[in-house]
């Protein structure tokens, strides 16, 4: 078995905040989608999203929303752009019973600086792989690559991976550290000029792959 590491939700490149509570529960902000809303992508505004809605800025709540990874639906999915994204390319490799974790930017509720945690994971169970076409009514209905694609008729060849019911996030979000990524990937470059935390997010902007 395989494992990944993706990174999900907002970043600091964004207006908003995934956030940390005291007692360690989190939640992670979805990005934004670049599309206009249309039916049938999400919004902030729907109901069962109310808890993202309030940490988003006011003028994103008419915004499509790409909610990836979805472990609101069941199954779980989690889509990329494996063929055309290079940050996505290992994914290529993924297959039934590995697991992708994900890795999110959180905000400590007390101001505490912002830094990458882990934050769920989504053990394969099924892969729709380069999705050209519609492929009709099926596990992938819900998940925010079929639903701008059913919006925008832009089928761009994006993998869906569906999930098993093992999968979810995490209790708790365990902060990334140096120790642990050389434990999982082994020794890296750490420059001087650089923290901890900016080399940490420069070697986890891609896909990485676990073993």
């Known amino acids: 078995m395989a494992a990944f590491l993706a990174n999900i939700g907002v970043n600091a490149a964004h207006a908003a905040r995934s956030r940390l509570n005291p007692d360690g529960s989190f939640t992670v902000l979805p990005i934004p989608e670049k599309s206009p809303a249309t039916a049938p992508m999400r919004t902030l505004a729907d109901p069962d999203l109310a808890d993202l809605a309030g940490l988003a800025p006011a003028n994103w709540r008419s915004k499509a929303v790409h909610l990836d990874p979805d472990f609101r639906s069941d199954p779980p999915t989690y889509g990329d752009n494996c063929r055309t994204a290079g940050r996505a390319f290992n994914l290529r490799r993924a297959q039934r019973g590995d697991v992708i974790w994900f890795a999110a930017r959180l905000h400590d509720a007390g101001g505490g600086a912002a830094r990458l945690h882990l934050v769920g994971r989504l053990e394969i169970a099924d892969i729709a792989a380069d999705v050209t076409t519609d492929p009709g009514p099926g596990w992938w209905d819900r998940n925010a690559h079929v639903l701008r694609a059913r919006a925008t008729k832009d089928w761009n060849s994006f993998w869906v991976f569906r999930g098993t019911r093992d999968s979810g996030w995490l209790p708790s979000a365990p902060p990334i550290t140096r120790p642990l990524l050389e434990q999982l990937f082994g ?15 420069w070697h986890t902007r891609a896909v990485r792959r676990i073993a």
């Not at 020794?187 to 997010?201: C, G, K, T």
């Open 187 to 201: 020794a890296w470059e750490w420059p001087a000029h650089a923290s901890e935390q900016q080399v940490i997010a």
